[in-house]
């Protein structure tokens, strides 16, 4: 049994059994983080680990003593990819076929790149890979992600209503009642950790379901031909409102706001907005307008010249989700964008991924070289925060620092975050 307090690799054995041990060798009861591997010393490795720092844990090398200890309250799955029997992604397989929601850290001695690919594939199947364990790991490497994984992460607890289909008239009442409410994430400069722009998120504050998220309405107001109201109410309401988000300079941070495909189909879009700008007394210079590469492709000429109106105008462009669209390399030349935004799916595993991480450096080094800013979202953790500021990104939003916050307490939230700024 390797000493939990030293830095040695894990050492595998030869010997093979199909019993559940904890870290004590006794058999345990169905617990929260379940270890498969076909190397005893492995997983006897990890459940002591595991039990050191709190947690409790069962390990096997048998794929069927596995299944049928995998419960709906399994939190954390660590599963070896070269099992004799059932290899690993036999049994990413059946875990999909389960429906299984725990997160799974996949551990194997072959090339990163398989491991990786195996990765690919266990999220095509709806599962979710959190870590990678290159063997043979160290005692360092495993405690950081047990740490980081094991534990259900504490979110900010927010009631999401589930999905409905919302009638046309109840829509336009939400409208006419100016029901929608906007609210506010940060973004922040990687350089010198300030605020230095806002994205306007929409929320329907409905009646009876409470607060209801965008995924649940945004495209069922597409498809009834509302979309451009509510742009336009959060438009509004995001003008009115950011002057309240200056800094000490009484300078307002940027404000970016989505534009929806239907709004690149109106020739009278960069006129209109700002229109509105000015009878908010905001520059044109201080707006964002974000576009996701799907919106670019459809109708390109009426695009085009929206797009390069809005510059004309002095209107920011940034370019959303950049990277999970598959026409932007054919068009991005012509785009005057002036800011790529990295897609929150390269940035979440990017720690891990090596494919990922090289994404985003060659995204970022891409857009510099054509003079835009570059902007990462989904910015979780510090060590996420760390490989973009090495890698030369300009500025970053994500939980790390705010998840998406009302007005009042976007405010509230600024005074105390810079505060600590200053000292």
């Excluded at 072959?110 to 870590?131: F, Y």
């Excluded at 722009?197 to 009876?208: F, I, N």
Aim: proline content about 4%; glycine content about 6%.
């Amino acid at each position: 049994m390797p000493n939990l307090h030293d830095q040695r690799t894990v050492c595998p054995a030869d010997t093979l059994t199909g019993q559940l041990t904890k870290g004590n060798g006794t058999v345990a009861p169905i617990q929260k983080i379940l270890v498969i591997d076909d190397e005893i010393d492995v997983g006897e490795f990890v459940s002591a680990a595991a039990d050191a720092m709190g947690f409790e844990c069962i390990a096997t090398t048998d794929a069927k003593a596995f299944l049928d200890v995998l419960a709906p309250d399994t939190d954390l799955i660590l599963l070896d990819l070269m099992m004799p029997e059932m290899d690993g992604v036999e049994l990413l397989r059946l875990l999909s076929q389960q429906k299984c929601k725990a997160g799974i850290v996949l551990m194997s001695g072959v090339g990163k790149r398989t491991m990786e690919t195996a990765g690919q594939l266990a999220e095509v199947l709806g599962l979710s890979i959190v870590a990678h364990l290159q063997k043979p790991f160290r005692l360092a490497e495993l405690e950081a992600v047990l740490e980081r994984h094991a534990k259900p992460r504490a979110l900010p607890l927010v009631k999401h209503t589930p999905i409905a289909v919302f009638q046309h008239e109840e829509l336009v009442r939400a409208i006419e009642r100016n029901e929608f409410v906007v609210y506010y994430q940060p973004q922040i400069d990687i350089a010198t950790g300030r605020v230095v722009g806002v994205e306007a998120l929409v929320r329907w504050q409905h009646p009876e379901r409470g607060l209801v998220f965008p995924d649940n309405f945004i495209a069922r107001m597409e498809e009834l031909g509302l979309i451009d109201d509510l742009g336009w109410i959060v438009a509004e309401r995001g003008m009115s409102e950011v002057a309240q988000f200056a800094n000490g300079d009484s300078i307002a941070p940027m404000l970016s706001l989505n534009a929806s495909v239907y709004s690149l189909h109106n020739l009278k879009f960069p006129d209109l907005l700002v229109s509105l700008a000015e009878k908010h007394a905001i520059s044109p210079s201080n707006i964002m307008v974000e576009i996701t590469e799907t919106g670019l492709i459809k109708e390109l000429s009426t695009a085009l010249d929206i797009l390069t109106r809005l510059r004309m105008k002095q209107v920011k462009l940034s370019i959303d989700d950049f990277g999970t669209g598959y026409a932007m390399m054919q068009q991005l030349k012509n785009i005057p964008a002036t800011e790529l935004k990295i897609d929150k799916s390269f940035v979440q595993d990017m720690q891990n991924n090596g494919q990922d991480r090289i994404m985003i450096q060659k995204t970022i080094e891409m857009g510099h070289e054509l003079g835009m800013h570059v902007i990462a979202e989904g910015v979780e953790t510090k060590e996420q925060l760390d490989l973009l500021r090495l890698d030369g990104c300009d500025s970053v939003q994500g939980y790390h620092f705010s998840r998406p916050l009302p007005a009042k307490d976007l405010v509230s939230w600024l005074h105390t975050y810079r505060s600590h700024l200053v000292h």
